[in-house]
């Protein structure tokens, strides 16, 4: 079965500091990993996904997430944090052993983390 | 700028009533999802439908869940009767599924807040 978590339910920052979003998985294979962001009263939005090739994937709004196989881990950063950037985020995981294509792209969502960038 | 629309915004009804909640996705998508998400249960997938037909409804409450796609403009959820635990915010998304393609990303709508009292 494959599942992800985040083990952070909220996480605080200063304006400029960098910040981290911390995202596990696991998966009897390889996984397909994304992270969204839920701003209040909207859908969730895709930042950014990792399906195969350079552990750095760069992602909308200044967003960067690095795949690191050995410790099953997809964290989400940022070099220098905005007010704006407060939000809720969600990674997600597919498991690319999932056979056939039925077309099912079911995805896996963590629980979230809520983001609160202090002025 | 292409969106998931999703109507109504807010729906507050009685107990035991029925409600609707309507989708239009992305023209040219071929995919929808319908997810329920709860302070609780976090986000949880509904149901999933590609080129119209369900593919996985299993998340779904059948007694008095029903979900359906007349047509490829339209998707709907229904609930008869609903209940107060029904309660939460409902999100439909919507997809360009390519038959062996990796996982595209979702696009989702703005959400309809049910609340049943």
């Known amino acids: 079965a494959q599942s992800v978590a985040q083990p952070e339910d909220q996480v605080n920052v200063a304006e400029g500091n960098p910040l981290t979003v911390k995202c596990t998985y696991s998966?009897?294979?390889?996984?397909?990993l994304f992270w969204y962001v839920q701003y209040p009263n909207r859908g969730l939005q895709f930042l950014l996904k990792?399906?195969?090739?350079?552990?750095l994937v760069k992602g909308s709004y200044g967003f960067e997430a690095e795949f690191n196989k050995s410790q099953t881990s997809f964290h989400l950063k940022k070099p220098s944090a905005l007010v704006s950037d407060s939000a809720l985020y969600f990674c997600?995981?597919?498991?690319?052993?999932?056979?056939?294509?039925?077309?099912?792209?079911?995805?896996?969502f963590g629980t979230g983390t809520r983001l609160l960038v202090s002025p | 700028d292409a969106r998931v629309t999703q109507t109504p915004r807010h729906k507050v009804t009685e107990m035991g009533q029925e409600v609707t909640m309507r989708c239009q996705p992305i023209l040219g998508h071929n995919t929808v999802f319908w997810y329920r998400q709860t302070m609780m249960q976090g986000l949880e997938l509904l149901a999933y439908f590609r080129n119209r037909a369900p593919l996985d409804d299993s998340g779904m409450p059948k007694d008095r869940f029903s979900a359906e796609m007349p047509d490829a403009t339209l998707a709907t959820l229904k609930i008869q009767p609903s209940e107060p635990r029904d309660s939460a915010v409902y999100f439909c998304?919507?997809?360009?599924?390519?038959?062996?393609?990796?996982?595209?990303?979702?696009?989702f709508g703005p959400g309809t807040r049910l609340t049943v009292t």
């Open positions: 997600a995981v597919r498991d690319m052993q999932v056979k056939g294509d039925t077309g099912f792209q079911k995805l896996v």
């Open positions: 998966v009897s294979g390889n996984p397909y």
């Open positions: 990792y399906i195969t090739g350079d552990n």
């Open positions: 998304a919507s997809g360009p599924h390519v038959v062996g393609a990796p996982p595209y990303e979702q696009y």
